[in-house]
């Protein structure tokens, strides 16, 4: 508990303020303990780690078989720019895709930094008889 | 985003293939056309104000071809490894 947490809570205590003016308090107070707790190693930021490697920049892929083995680099601003791409498709693909249920322009109102973003977290780990597929970001 | 330079495809197994094709050469010759193809679509396209959907196209391709940079492909069997990547 910091300091200027306990001085509050201690005022509370000793009837010096009221529970609202304690909770306005608190709440003043939240960004401060936050900036002093996320200096600890464990909570820095991908953004301030010193291997500066803040967003995945790559899409692997590994097939592992028995005797096979496949890897897969794709760049991510590939995939966030390859969405764009959809612009070029031929109207009547377009309109062939739609009846049968897809929309490509969903895509473009997506969000690819989130997109991204969410990509960094996926791990798909597969495990088969002969081979073993392996999807992560890097 | 830089664009790449340097395409690296390597086959090993019985016909071996080394090839560093350097991209970077193209780079001068793929400007000046997109400058010409630029001018052609605006005149042409200009009375039916059609030329910005070609615009956002060609900016589009130049963006994917762009990002293609740290793109790599490898595969390895018994019998073939291919190995290609945009740097």
Same mark, same amino acid.
């Given at each position: 508990m910091s300091v200027e947490r306990r001085k509050v809570l201690d005022m509370l205590m000793n009837g010096k303020i009221t529970a609202e003016e304690a909770?306005?308090?608190?709440?003043? +107070?939240?960004? /401060?303990? +936050?900036?002093? /707790?996320?200096?600890?190693?464990?909570?820095?930021?991908?953004e301030d780690s010193p291997t500066g490697h803040a967003t995945p920049r790559f899409l692997r892929v590994e097939v592992n078989g028995n005797d096979d083995r496949v890897d897969i680099r794709i760049p991510l601003k590939l995939i966030s720019t390859g969405i764009k791409l959809q612009a070029m498709m031929p109207r009547g693909a377009s309109e062939e895709l739609e009846s049968r249920g897809i929309d490509l322009r969903e895509f473009s109102k997506m969000d690819t930094d989130e997109l991204i973003n969410a990509l960094g977290e996926l791990t798909v780990d597969v495990t088969g008889k002969k081979e073993t597929v392996r999807i992560y970001c890097e | 985003m830089m664009p790449p330079w340097l395409l690296v495809i390597k086959i090993g197994g019985k016909r071996r293939v080394n090839l560093y094709l350097p991209i970077f050469l193209l780079w001068p010759l793929v400007g000046i056309l997109w400058i010409l193809a630029a001018i052609i679509s605006l005149i042409q396209s200009r009375?039916?104000?059609?030329?910005?959907?070609?615009?956002h196209q060609i900016l589009v391709l130049l963006q994917v071809v762009s990002a293609l940079s740290g793109l790599l492909v490898e595969v390895h069997n018994s019998q073939d490894d291919v190995f290609i990547e945009f740097i």
């Open positions: 909770d306005r308090l608190l709440d003043k +107070l939240t960004p /401060t303990i +936050l900036d002093s /707790t996320v200096s600890s190693p464990a909570l820095v930021s991908q | 009375p039916h104000n059609a030329h910005r959907g070609r615009w």
